[in-house]
T-cell receptor
Framework: ELKVEQNPLFLSMQEGKNYTIYCNYSTTSDRLYWYRQDPGKSLESLFVLLSNGAVKQEGRLMASLDTKARLSTLHITAAVHDLSATYFCAVDSMNYGGSQGNLIFGKGTKLSVKP | DAGITQSPRHKVTETGTPVTLRCHQTENHRYMYWYRQDPGHGLRLIHYSYGVKDTDKGEVSDGYSVSRSKTEDFLLTLESATSSQTSVYFC?????????????FGDGTRLSIL
């Protein structure tokens, strides 16, 4: 069974601080996606990581992928309140016998940034 | 924003009744997906479609059926709703061959089964 584990599941941090969310997965995959979800809203795509060593940055968020370690990280730099949301990573299940494009999601990390 | 419309947006119904949720897209994407989102579980794939009349099961397909008679519409049916199917349902679309493109999600349908 392909498993995707995020940690922490809950994160409360102060504005201006840095932190990292971790996404571990249980089998080989070189396709990983990060999404953001605001309460009661849809999921918004943040990053698409398609190869070992891939690094993408957008504003205060930076995502990276290490396929050998089966690990992706989402790093938050100098957090601001607007980053408060739930963040999901998702792994393409194709290398696990799934169909290309079928995603297995982590349970999400609920981030709360406080002044 | 990707042109995805889910209907209804909210529904309350009783156990044992049939329920159909609709996902309509204007992007002409080949792949469509139905997920459910529950606290503590993230999103889980119910069924997906890779073309007109081509569908397959996902991780949590029991109790659900789907149909896709046109490229733009993907229907999810609960033949006899149960309280365990109370959830938020999301539709997503993608052109899966374009690996650098993520799945795009609709706004969700909040379904309550009493």
């Amino acid at each position: 069974e392909l498993k995707v584990e995020q940690n922490p599941l809950f994160l409360s941090m102060q504005e201006g601080k840095n932190y990292t969310i971790y996404c571990n997965y249980s089998t080989t995959s070189d396709r990983l996606y990060w999404y953001r979800q605001d309460p009661g809203k849809s999921l918004e795509s943040l990053f698409v990581l398609l190869s070992n060593g891939a690094v993408k940055q957008e504003g205060r968020l930076m995502a990276s992928l290490d396929t050998k370690a089966r690990l992706s990280t989402l790093h938050i730099t100098a957090a601001v309140h607007d980053l408060s949301a739930t963040y999901f990573c998702a792994v393409d299940s194709m290398n696990y016998g799934g169909s290309q494009g079928n995603l297995i999601f982590g349970k999400g990390t609920k981030l709360s940034v406080k002044p | 924003d990707a042109g995805i419309t889910q209907s209804p947006r909210h529904k309350v119904t009783e156990t044992g009744t049939p329920v159909t949720l609709r996902c309509h897209q204007t992007e002409n994407h080949r792949y469509m997906y139905w997920y459910r989102q529950d606290p503590g579980h993230g999103l889980r794939l119910i069924h997906y479609s890779y073309g007109v009349k081509d569908t397959d099961k996902g991780e949590v397909s029991d109790g659900y059926s789907v149909s896709r008679s046109k490229t733009e519409d993907f229907l999810l049916t609960l033949e006899s709703a149960t309280s365990s199917q109370t959830s938020v349902y999301f539709c997503a679309i993608s052109e899966a061959k374009q690996l650098n493109q993520p799945q795009h999600f609709g706004d969700g349908t909040r379904l309550s089964i009493l």
